[in-house]
């Protein structure tokens, strides 16, 4: 029972914190609403009869005051560049665990190569990426990869209906260009990771009916691609996104997400599609679901309740599929997923 459990969610009052928020009440959990902007926050807090603990990343005294009693937190504010560090010193300060919702793959692989020893040490968990791009392909992908110990490739397509970016995702995929330079981009490739400056390419990928083929952008890399490349044994890891989506996010123009039901999601649908290749043989997995950054909730406080629980199989730093069960965290979201685990395997793969 998570009752009277202190969960601390930095940037609480964005619009994936607010979802988050939203989850773990929702379960029974305390949210303690935490960030820099204290109308922001006091307002939001207000609203749901939270106690706000305002605290800026510049001053660890003020986020070790926002995690005090928690135990856990979870990291929504981003560009996750300026962030993670800081929140992830916090947590093992208060040796709670650490989650975040990052789909920036700087963020990310800095969070992998940089915080493992002392979390090992600390005995607790740190879960990067634990959302719909980083969390969901990889838990997909896992579930696909099933009893394999390797494979030569993974691949995971996303279709999205629209991209309406929020200012967050924008301004985490501008921070991302500055690091890594904004002609390069990355894939990883023979086990390595790739700076490349040609076109990335179009090409038709075909999703399981009643989507179909759809012209989608390839080495459209995103978290998946690290939180994949960490823990399964597979030289080739590549992620696509459908041409119109690209379009959308990158058009300055194109609206934030607008709530078009009761949960205030959008009426955006996704469908993520999984595909592991081994020696001529193929296993999928596929998820469909609504609204990207509000299906980022039940995955990150779907996690938090398994770390909370004891239901992990590592510490240190671990991404979804690593850490979880996969099959068995898919099917307990499937709420909020539809979703097929066994394409291929019915054909003998
Ligand atoms: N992996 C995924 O699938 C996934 C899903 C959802 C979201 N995300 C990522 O999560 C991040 C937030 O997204 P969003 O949709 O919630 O965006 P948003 O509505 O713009 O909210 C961003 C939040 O981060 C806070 N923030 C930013 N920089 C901060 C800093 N230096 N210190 C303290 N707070 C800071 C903002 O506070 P201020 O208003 O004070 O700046 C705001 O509360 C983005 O990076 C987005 O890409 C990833």
Not at 111 to 131: L, W
Not at 215 to 221: H, Q, S
Not at 258 to 270: E, I, V
Not at 330 to 339: E, F, G, R, T, V
Request: proline share 6%; aromatic share 6%; charged share 20%.
């Amino acid at each position: 029972m998570a009752s009277q459990k202190l969960v601390a969610v930095f940037g609480a009052y964005g619009h994936t914190g607010r979802f988050v928020v939203a989850e773990l009440a929702a379960r029974g959990y305390v949210p303690v609403p935490s960030g820099r902007h204290a109308q922001a926050l006091r307002e939001l807090a207000h609203d749901l009869g939270l106690e706000p603990r305002v605290a800026t990343v510049e001053d660890a005294d003020s986020l070790d005051r926002a995690l005090a009693g928690a135990v856990a937190v979870i990291n929504c504010a981003g560009p996750f560049a300026t962030t993670t560090g800081p929140l992830i010193d916090a947590a093992l300060r208060a040796k709670i665990p650490y989650l975040d919702v990052a789909a920036e793959l700087e963020a990310n692989l800095d969070t992998f190569a940089h915080h493992r020893e002392r979390a090992h040490e600390a005995g607790t968990v740190i879960v990067p990426a634990m959302a719909f791009f980083g969390g969901l392909g990889d838990l997909l992908a896992t579930a696909a990869m099933g009893d394999w110990p390797q494979a030569d490739e993974v691949h995971i397509a996303y279709a999205l209906s629209s991209w309406h970016p929020t200012a967050g995702t924008r301004l985490s995929g501008a921070v991302s260009r500055e690091r890594r330079g904004d002609d390069v981009r990355l894939r990883y490739r023979a086990g390595q990771w790739e700076r490349r400056t040609d076109a990335a390419p179009t090409l038709t990928w075909t999703f399981p009916h009643p989507t179909g083929p759809r012209e989608v952008i390839g080495e459209f890399t995103m978290a998946d691609v690290v939180t994949v490349a960490h823990h399964l044994s597979v030289p080739d890891v590549t992620t696509y996104m459908t041409v119109e989506a690209v379009r959308d996010v990158a058009a300055p123009h194109t609206p934030a997400p607008a709530a078009t039901d009761p949960h205030g999601r959008s009426d955006q649908t996704f469908l993520v599609d999984a595909v592991v290749r081994s020696g001529g043989r193929e296993r999928r997995a596929t998820a469909r679901g609504q609204d990207i950054y509000a299906v980022t909730a039940p995955l990150v406080v779907e996690a938090l309740e398994r770390v909370l629980t004891g239901r992990t199989r590592c510490t240190g730093v671990a991404s979804a599929g690593e850490i979880f069960d996969a099959p068995d965290f898919l099917h307990a979201l499937s709420p909020y997923l539809d979703l097929d685990l066994d394409l291929g395997r019915s054909q003998g793969a």
